[in-house]
């Protein structure tokens, strides 16, 4: 299988300082990966990179063959979009004007989005469960209903592959599983491959079906949860002892944290 997104030999960071280093990774069609690893590891510098938002010192990425390098912006766009962690905007938009802006790499310069622009983003707010929002101001919202609307805007791009940086950190853990889980039923209908950054692990495990474990801007451990997720390479690491047993419901690793005065 060719890979959707191949990042080769991968250098790049911050002012003169590699936080990536030498890393290669396959994404490939229909994956729903996991991108996982302790605070600093260079999870969130290398979506930066895959998404150009900081240019490369060493590597290329090429996405269904191509360098992106050489791809426009805007065609990249309507291919690749990215929900970062950052969801502040400086500006007192509508919900729906924040989600119609996942369609300008659609529109010709100085393009109107069009009746189609719009039934495409109710049809994502209906997704996301915002549309009862549409006419409120972002900064109305609570953090995770501003995440929802961020994740609404990614999926009106109607990207073939969807990059995420911690989508569930500002949500409760109903809204967790819901975001999850429309992410899974999204990728599952083979419409959407998932690159996913995850602090949490048994998040991680039950939803993705490769993992890729960082540390010190290299790919520590890639493979299926179960490869990835033992207690030695947790341990390794993360530098805390945990146990690692089956989710009863989902048959993946299941982490357990071990508190000090319980070793």
Same mark, same amino acid.
């Given at each position: 299988?060719?890979?959707? @997104? #191949?990042?080769?030999?991968? $250098?790049?960071?911050?002012?003169?300082? *590699? /936080?990536?280093? !030498?890393? %290669?990774?396959?994404?490939?069609?229909?994956?729903?990966?996991?991108?996982?690893?302790?605070?600093?590891?260079?999870?969130?510098?290398?979506?930066?990179?895959?998404?150009?938002?900081?240019?490369?010192?060493?590597?290329?990425?090429?996405?269904?063959?191509?360098?992106?390098?050489?791809?426009? @912006? #805007?065609?990249?766009?309507? $291919?690749?979009?990215?929900?970062?962690? *950052? /969801?502040?905007? !400086?500006? %007192?938009?509508?919900?729906?004007?924040?989600?119609?802006?996942?369609?300008?790499?659609?529109?010709?310069?100085?393009?109107?989005?069009?009746?189609?622009?719009?039934?495409?983003?109710?049809?994502?707010?209906?997704?996301?469960?915002?549309?009862?929002?549409?006419?409120?101001?972002?900064?109305? @919202?609570?953090?995770?209903?501003?995440?929802?609307?961020?994740?609404?805007?990614?999926?009106?791009?109607?990207?073939?592959?969807?990059?995420?940086?911690?989508?569930?950190?500002?949500?409760?853990?109903?809204?967790?599983?819901?975001?999850?889980?429309?992410?899974?039923?999204?990728?599952?209908?083979?419409?959407?491959?998932?690159?996913?950054?995850?602090?949490?692990?048994?998040?991680?495990?039950?939803?993705?079906?490769?993992?890729?474990?960082?540390?010190?801007?290299?790919?520590?451990?890639?493979?299926?949860?179960?490869?990835?997720?033992?207690?030695?390479?947790?341990?390794?690491?993360?530098?805390?002892?945990?146990?690692?047993?089956?989710?009863?419901?989902?048959?993946?690793?299941?982490?357990?944290?071990?508190?000090?005065?319980?070793?």
């Amino acid at each position: 299988m060719s890979a959707l @997104l #191949k990042i080769d030999n991968l $250098s790049g960071g911050y002012y003169k300082e *590699d /936080i990536i280093r !030498g890393l %290669s990774l396959d994404i490939n069609p229909g994956d729903f990966l996991g991108i996982i690893g302790p605070n600093g590891c260079g999870k969130t510098t290398l979506l930066r990179l895959i998404t150009r938002v900081l240019n490369l010192r060493q590597g290329d990425i090429f996405y269904k063959g191509r360098n992106i390098a050489q791809m426009e @912006l #805007k065609e990249f766009c309507r $291919s690749v979009a990215f929900v970062s962690q *950052d /969801i502040a905007t !400086g500006f %007192s938009f509508t919900v729906m004007e924040l989600v119609l802006m996942g369609r300008i790499p659609h529109l010709r310069r100085l393009q109107f989005e069009t009746k189609k622009d719009i039934e495409i983003a109710r049809e994502k707010m209906v997704l996301t469960d915002i549309l009862q929002l549409r006419d409120k101001r972002i900064d109305e @919202l609570s953090a995770g209903e501003r995440q929802r609307v961020v994740i609404a805007r990614a999926l009106a791009q109607e990207p073939e592959l969807l990059l995420l940086d911690e989508p569930t950190a500002h949500l409760d853990i109903g809204h967790q599983v819901q975001v999850l889980d429309l992410l899974k039923k999204l990728n599952r209908s083979g419409s959407l491959t998932i690159a996913m950054i995850l602090h949490d692990l048994n998040l991680a495990s039950a939803y993705s079906n490769r993992i890729a474990l960082l540390d010190q801007g290299k790919i520590f451990k890639e493979g299926s949860p179960e490869e990835v997720l033992t207690y030695q390479n947790i341990e390794r690491v993360y530098k805390t002892i945990v146990l690692v047993n089956n989710n009863p419901v989902t048959g993946k690793p299941n982490v357990v944290l071990v508190p000090e005065d319980k070793r």
